[in-house]
């Protein structure tokens, strides 16, 4: 089993609706991030959270370190949101341990 | 301020042969990190380097080698390349200890 599991793998949505992309880890963790990979590789932080919830713009991030859980939302989705969201947690030093990714393609 | 910088962004190299990877962190960042990324799946840990020492190191042969430099540059060095290290190779680089992650674009590795 992996040490982060994201769910689902694969979302298809249409635009405007609201999109919600879970994480659960099973380590120890001293914070956790979500991240956006779009084609062709390069990657950006969208948050970096330790407790409680985080508002980016349309984008909100939270999570409940007793349960070992994140949920990363948007809202209003938007076909430029279409990426891989990548859940990723502190696991000792400064070592990040990757979920596999959920695919998110938004269609107008 | 540039980002995380990677050099080559593509690379094509043949069975045997030995490569190497370049990392520029942005400026200040001490701690350079590098992961690697099979197509379908999420970045796996090979190398943590920080203040120019080895601070942590993935489930990954020792045909993999790293180093830091004093500008904290980094340069990722596999040899011996097999077709299974197709890959993207990713670089980050952090500030203080639990600080958010910045990535650079990654270097493409085809073996064929």
């Known amino acids: 089993k992996n040490e982060v599991e994201q769910s689902p793998q694969n979302l298809t949505a249409q635009e405007g609706e609201f999109i919600t992309i879970n994480c659960s880890y099973s380590v120890g963790i001293s914070a956790l991030h979500w991240l956006q990979q779009h084609p062709g590789g390069g990657i950006v932080s969208l948050f970096m959270?330790?407790?409680g919830k985080k508002k980016h713009g349309r984008l909100i991030a939270t999570i409940n370190i007793q349960e070992k859980h994140s949920s990363l939302h948007i809202t209003a989705s938007h076909p430029r949101d279409s990426a891989v969201y990548i859940c990723?947690?502190?696991?000792?030093?400064?070592?990040?341990?990757f979920g596999q990714g959920t695919r998110l393609t938004i269609n107008p | 301020d540039a980002g995380v910088t990677q050099s080559p962004t593509h690379l094509i190299k043949t069975r045997g042969q030995q490569v190497t990877l370049r990392c520029s962190p942005i400026s200040g960042h001490k701690s350079v990190s590098w992961y690697q990324q099979v197509l379908g799946q999420g970045p796996q840990f090979i190398f943590q380097?920080?203040?120019?020492?080895?601070?942590g190191r993935g489930n990954f042969p020792d045909r993999f080698s790293a180093r830091q430099f004093p500008n904290y540059s980094s340069e990722l060095n596999v040899n011996a390349l097999l077709l299974g290290d197709s890959a993207l190779y990713l670089c980050a680089s952090r500030g203080l200890r639990n600080t958010e992650a910045f990535f650079g674009q990654g270097t493409r590795l085809t073996v064929v």
């Open positions: 380097y920080y203040e120019k020492e080895e601070r």
């Open positions: 990723a947690v502190n696991a000792g030093a400064q070592k990040l341990v």
């Open positions: 959270l330790s407790s």
